[in-house]
């Protein structure tokens, strides 16, 4: 039997990941997943909306956060050796930070986390997840 990944490990493995994807949903019920970069910082999850491009400023992941702010977020690892494999997701409530003293310190963690952010940090809003589980699996 594999083992379930919670607590502590989850929070690591989740942390140490370069990318996650993101899951919303509409106000109509449809899901809309992306993948992103992330910082957390204890049971707080932060994604921005920074430079790279993008088809529009009025993001559906802003949009379906506003309608319904529950989320998940899931980071994994691949090897072909399946015995390295994992998953770690973040279930949450989203909110959206638009005040530029309230994103100071997401920012802060995110270009902490990637060099990229540091030389150029986000500028958009950032999505503030306050996660209220943690599950996962291993195959280890």
């Known amino acids: 039997m594999s083992p379930a990944l919670a607590g502590d490990e989850a929070r690591r493995r989740f942390a140490a990941a370069r990318v996650a994807r993101l899951a919303t949903v509409s106000a109509e019920g449809r899901p809309h997943l992306v993948p992103c970069t992330f910082a957390l910082d204890g049971d707080c999850v932060y994604?921005?909306?920074?430079?790279?491009?993008?088809?529009?400023?009025?993001?559906?992941?802003?949009?379906?956060?506003?309608?319904?702010?529950?989320?998940?977020?899931?980071?994994?690892?691949?090897?072909?050796?399946?015995?390295?494999?994992?998953?770690?997701?973040?279930?949450?409530?989203?909110?959206?930070?638009?005040?530029?003293a309230a994103k100071s310190r997401p920012v802060i963690s995110l270009s902490e986390k990637y060099p990229q952010y540091?030389?150029?940090?986000?500028?958009?809003?950032?999505?503030?997840?306050?996660?209220?589980?943690?599950?996962?699996?291993?195959?280890?």
């Open 47 to 100: 994604v921005a909306v920074d430079h790279k491009p993008k088809t529009t400023a009025n993001l559906k992941r802003l949009r379906n956060i506003a309608a319904c702010p529950d989320v998940a977020m899931l980071a994994d690892h691949y090897d072909e050796d399946w015995q390295a494999l994992w998953w770690v997701r973040a279930d949450g409530v989203a909110s959206v930070l638009d005040e530029p």
């Open 118 to 140: 540091a030389e150029r940090p986000p500028e958009g809003p950032v999505i503030a997840i306050t996660v209220t589980a943690w599950s996962g699996w291993s195959a280890r």
